[in-house]
């Protein structure tokens, strides 16, 4: 009986290297999931005005993502991936030295900005160096990689949070200089060349290049563009596990709700570590659209009991649900999107299509923010389910109208 870690083997060499890369900096993620607890017990935010924030920040990525995108079609997938992720780094590690004071949120804001130029290269760089055949295999790989290390990451922050908040940012900054020097060392570039461009606008598979810009690009790929209107009902709902998920365990559970989610978000990478592998070699047969579907299943069924759970045991346990419904859409959506983006547009494609599916990710903080002031933390997890339901709802209608034989 094959192991179901043999699914990774045989990928190219510049995988491997952005797995450990994505390992390192996941281990320092220490920010960004502490961020709603950091401004309302440490800076004295109340609860729509830290969602009011994390909407903004989310808001910030967009102008990131555009720019981003541009240079990365433009002059290369490294050096805008390598450039303003040093930036974001500098910018945490400003933010560790002035610890408490309130120019937290400002660096913070110009960090997550500059992680919005980075992910176009990102995402860019890995279809670049993938082929339909063996890229869900890869995105698995790199998804896994991510996990490991933020299996480990929250629990560090976790005890940090009270104790030493300073390293929080300290941890983020360092973590991803080390990532990056890897990626910088390791990868060569790996934009496609202007002769490779004009050829595949010839080839007749789903990732031929276009001409003109990205909305006209867009407007090639309308499949898109209803998934991801789709999908940003599922960044809505998940988005919640970043604000109002620790909000809740607080509330319930007191400065042990800040131990018990940063427990929670490590359950996560754990059962991402096991169970990875396993879904993907077990799941990869079947068409992407049907698995994205069952995955919304599972959100749905995760948040919505969330209103009812009292226990830090059913914390756990719905965790695990909510986390297997993560690990079968992570290995499917971006699996779909990258085997139907043209070439020629790659890393623009990367930032519009992640803002229209993040619009419930922008949305969820201040939409959350309101439903716990103006009614109660139940009624947001009951709605949050909700969302993932209709979300699903799209995608069965998609693989409908799409359903073909997997290659």
């Not at 993938?130 to 998804?143: K, P």
């Not at 390293?167 to 973590?175: E, K």
């Not at 598979?205 to 599922?234: C, D, N, Q, Y």
């Not at 519009?352 to 139940?378: C, D, F, K, V």
Request: net charge positive; glycine share 8%.
């Amino acid at each position: 009986m094959k192991s179901p870690l043999s699914i990774y083997r045989g990928l190219p060499q510049p995988i491997y290297v952005l797995f450990f890369s994505t390992v390192i900096n996941a281990v320092g993620i220490f920010v960004y999931p502490f961020l709603t607890l950091y401004l309302t017990r440490r800076l004295g935010y109340s609860a729509l005005e830290a969602g009011t924030y994390m909407t903004f920040a989310s808001i910030l990525y967009v102008p990131g993502f555009m720019i981003g995108s541009k240079l990365a079609d433009t002059i290369g997938r490294k050096p805008v991936l390598v450039i303003f992720q040093l930036l974001m780094d500098l910018c945490f590690l400003l933010a560790g030295f002035f610890e408490g004071q309130p120019i937290i949120p400002y660096l913070v804001l110009l960090a997550l900005f500059f992680d919005g130029m980075v992910d176009p290269a990102r995402e860019a760089m890995k279809t670049d160096i993938t082929t339909m055949e063996n890229r869900q295999v890869s995105f698995s790989l790199i998804y896994l990689g991510h996990n490991i290390g933020f299996a480990i990451g929250p629990v560090i922050a976790g005890y940090l949070f009270y104790t030493y908040p300073g390293w929080i940012f300290f941890g983020n900054a360092i973590a991803g200089v080390l990532a990056t020097i890897l990626v910088m060392c390791k990868i060569k570039e790996s934009k496609p060349s202007k002769q490779t461009i004009e050829e595949s606008k010839r080839w007749k598979t789903t990732e031929k290049g276009e001409e003109g810009g990205i909305l006209k690009a867009l407007l090639t790929r309308p499949r898109l563009l209803f998934f991801a209107v789709s999908a940003t009902f599922f960044s809505y709902a998940y988005s919640q596990t970043l604000f109002a998920l620790p909000l809740l365990t607080t509330k319930l559970f007191d400065q042990q709700g800040a131990v018990l989610y940063g427990r929670m978000m490590a359950l996560n990478g754990i059962v991402v570590v096991i169970g990875n592998p396993i879904i993907v070699a077990k799941l990869r047969r079947f068409h992407p659209l049907a698995n994205i579907t069952a995955s919304g299943l599972l959100y749905a069924v995760g948040f919505s009991l969330f209103a009812f759970a009292v226990s830090p045991l059913a914390f756990l346990a719905l965790t695990v649900i909510f986390t297997t419904g993560e690990i079968i859409n992570a290995t499917n959506e971006h699996f779909y999107v990258a085997n139907n983006t043209p070439i020629s547009h790659r890393s623009r494609f990367s930032a519009i299509l992640p803002i229209i599916m993040g619009t419930g990710h922008a949305m969820a903080p201040i939409i959350g923010g309101t439903i716990i002031e103006a009614h109660s933390m139940n009624l947001l997890w009951i709605s949050t389910g909700l969302a993932a339901l209709v979300g699903s709802t799209g995608m069965f209608i998609l693989y409908l109208t799409e359903k073909k034989p997997r290659n």
